[in-house]
């Protein structure tokens, strides 16, 4: 039962996650995401029209969303990579 809860919890965050980053991110054109728990922590793939405005001057704008995950989420040692959507037209959360 204890690994059927860890699922359920991992999806939960999972879910949890990609509204809070929809919210956050939504004038930079968010995309959607994917998250790849490792054993050396959490990377975190954000799909973008516009990375620049996620990762911010100077990388300040990421290295607070890193910092959010780690304490709103629990995620251990998270990663956050940014990708560009090249044809944005063609990602449904965006045209939304």
Known sequence: MAMERKFV???LNGALMTEYFAHQLERAGYGGMNINRT???TQVTVFAEKPGMIIGKGGKTIRRLTHELESMFKA???QIDVQEVKVPELNAQMMA
């Open 9 to 11: 919890q991992d999806g």
């Open 39 to 41: 054993p050396m922590g």
């Open 76 to 78: 251990d040692n998270p």
